[in-house]
């Protein structure tokens, strides 16, 4: 697979990357160990270097799975991983950015991930109880310190980038993006431009809708978060189902599926974007990784973006609680 530099960080990835939350977490039935050991190995085979977790997802499991996956190939593949809540004995499980947490939660992950250096740690959401520069000069430390690599920020909005940056610079911002999610269209990309960041678009398929592989008839299961968000309601579900047809249609022109038309279009938006959509399965994995050959033009971009622009979209992506510690 084609690589890409993530901004100015030195971070050489592969163009698609591989975000594992969903193998053992916030997606209803927990499979096998061994069958996702064995799918983030096939990814790695098939030429995927970049891997996404987060000490949350589990919490920790999701870090001890990527892990050992991973052992096999130190050197080989950059890591990314998050740190920001209150998740150890007697945590109140909000946020949490203080520098001395910051460095348990690292050296923590470190032994999870079997590594002796993360190569990309986010802070996963901004702590308004934390200034923003405390926390890179904490990240920043640890760089010094050889336990870490690079530095990012998650859902991140303008001005806390530009402070965070004066201080450590930052290599990556993972942010939700999509067809159907523009929002870091509104000064982040900008602003990632202007400084050499790269960004990371997480949910780049609209946590499987765009896929075509969900409409309201369907019924998640227990514990897959989906259930709970405004946007997957079988009203919005069959409300939002035109930006699907949309994607279908440039798909048969290009012969394509609506998963890989969604992903040719975040990596035709700029060299330093890096999608990172999820999977359990590896005919997904494959139907993923296959986007990275798919080109469009400079005009069928701006015709997805003018049909995009013009289908309203139902729903809000979060619950208004779980959206208010965004954009920070």
């Not at 939350?21 to 997606?27: A, E, T, V």
């Not at 991983?81 to 910051?102: C, Q, V």
């Not at 067809?179 to 790269?198: D, F, N, S």
């Not at 809708?209 to 227990?222: S, V, Y």
Request: charged share 25%; aromatic share 6%; hydrophobic share 45%.
């Amino acid at each position: 697979m084609r690589k890409r530099r993530l901004g100015t960080s030195g971070l050489e990835v592969s163009a698609i990357g591989l975000g594992c939350m969903g193998m053992n977490y916030h997606r209803g039935v927990v499979l096998e160990p061994g069958q996702m050991i064995a799918l983030i190995r096939a990814a790695v085979e098939r030429g995927v270097t970049f891997f996404d977790t987060a000490e949350v997802y589990g919490p920790f499991t999701n870090e001890s799975l990527v892990g050992e996956a991973l052992a096999p190939f130190r050197g080989q593949v950059t890591v990314a991983t998050k740190f920001g809540f209150d998740l150890g004995p007697g945590g109140a499980g909000g946020l949490n950015s203080r520098p001395e947490h910051i460095r348990q939660a690292a050296e923590a992950s470190l032994k999870r991930l079997r590594v002796d250096a993360i190569d990309l740690l986010y802070q996963h959401r901004v702590d308004p109880a934390t200034p923003i520069e405390d926390v890179a000069g904490a990240v920043g430390d640890l760089i010094a310190e050889g336990k870490v690599r690079a530095f990012g920020l998650s859902e991140a909005g303008v001005q806390t980038i530009r402070r965070a940056h004066a201080v450590q610079p930052v290599a990556a911002i993972q942010s939700e993006y999509s067809l159907w999610w523009r929002r870091p269209e509104e000064g982040v990309l900008a602003t990632c431009e202007a400084l050499g960041i790269g960004f990371v678009p997480y949910s780049p398929l609209g946590r499987g809708f765009l896929t075509g592989g969900i409409d309201e008839t369907t019924r998640f299961a227990a514990g897959d978060n989906r259930a709970g968000l405004p946007r997957f309601t079988p009203e919005a579900l069959r409300a939002n189902r035109p930006i699907v047809g949309l994607l279908e249609d440039i798909g048969r022109r290009k012969g394509a599926t609506p998963a890989q038309i969604a992903l040719a279009w975040l990596l035709a938006k700029a060299p330093w974007i890096v999608p990172i959509p999820g999977t359990t399965k590896l005919g997904r994995l494959e139907e993923n990784i296959a986007a990275a050959a798919i080109v469009l033009t400079p005009e069928d971009v701006r015709y997805l973006e003018d049909a995009a622009s013009r289908i309203p979209v139902r729903g809000e992506r979060y619950p208004a609680a779980v959206e208010a510690m965004t954009g920070r």
